[in-house]
């Protein structure tokens, strides 16, 4: 059972930094709006997965399905941070990274259940989506593989002479990828501004991160390549939001790259297929009830008076309409025409 984290640093220098006694960030008061907002996003998103989840059981959803349900902290604490402009990817746990970006919420479960209405016209499912209109550069189904395309993304961020940055999401998993490691020493050498995001769950597909790892403080991994790295309580929006500012505006002064590994944990399987026996339920149950993120900014709007139970009930009723609504328009969308399956094919002649 993993411990709630605090935060750690390593210097640009790779000093171990780790090994000095941590003390968490002094987290920011953020506005009565921020928490809102927050708090309906971080909302939309778990709304949006038992939708998936559900529709997944029905045998609307084929293939793979990967879930986002208790990680919803992360990407939305991040993207409050990011601009226009800005590019970020990740791996095949996409879904909630393409809402933060704006993406409709009809168009992704549309993908997910195969129709030519989705954002891929039906033919990249639940891990292969793209959206350059809203800086999203997909979802991408070989662990670790997004690693060195954000790397790019930065090289490009970089080469146009903008102040953009590229965010570049992958898990405990991907972090043992040979070009993880290529990534970070160009990332590096060419001073890229690329924020490396490891969403550390815990357990990878399946082997906790103790059984996988020889270095489970995963900040530590750009050490070598003078990379600094920063450990973040991934279940805290506001300690999350807090480190990405640091991190972005590093960035955009052209001192990146920067590692943040934000330490989170989610309350499904790997996939869909996937009955997590290598846990605990207790250890699940410990943490949806001390560490859940979105109980964590709800009870901050609560005690500060900000909305009552009622109104939050409200809030939730319009966001479960919503996904509903998302959920009829992908059923009654049309499957994709068989001719589709001759375009957007790259032919070498």
Known sequence: MAKKPTTRKTTKSGKPAARRKAVKSNV??????????????MLMMRRF????GQMYGMGLIGGFCHLYIG???????????????????????DHAHMLAC?????????????????????KGGSMHMFSVEHGFFGGHGIVGAQVPIGAGLAFAHKYRKNDNVSVTYFG???????????????????NLPVIFVIENNQYAMGTSIARSSSEVELFRR?????????????MDVLAVREAAARAVAKCRKGE???????????YRGHSMSDPAKYRSKEEVSKMRAEFDPID????????GNIMSEDELKAIDKEIKAVVSEAADFAQISAEPDPSELYTDVLVAE
């Open 296 to 303: 964590q900014v709800k009870n901050r709007i609560l005690e």
């Open 28 to 41: 920011p008061a953020a506005s009565d709006a921020d928490l809102i907002k927050y708090y309906k996003d």
């Open 49 to 52: 997965e038992e939708k998936a």
């Open 256 to 266: 990146g790259p920067v590692l943040l590994e934000m330490k989170t944990y989610r």
């Open 71 to 93: 990680q919803e902290a992360v990407v939305t604490g991040i993207q409050a941070e990011l601009k226009d402009g800005d590019s970020i990817l990740t791996s095949y746990r």
């Open 222 to 234: 750009g050490e070598s390549f003078k990379i600094e790295g920063e450990m973040i309580d991934g």
């Open 102 to 122: 704006g993406i409709d919420p009809k168009v992704i479960l549309a993908e997910l259940t195969g129709r030519e209405t989705g954002i891929s016209k039906g």
């Open 172 to 190: 405990d998993g991907a972090v043992n990828q040979g070009q993880v490691y290529e990534s970070f020493n160009m990332a590096r050498l060419w």
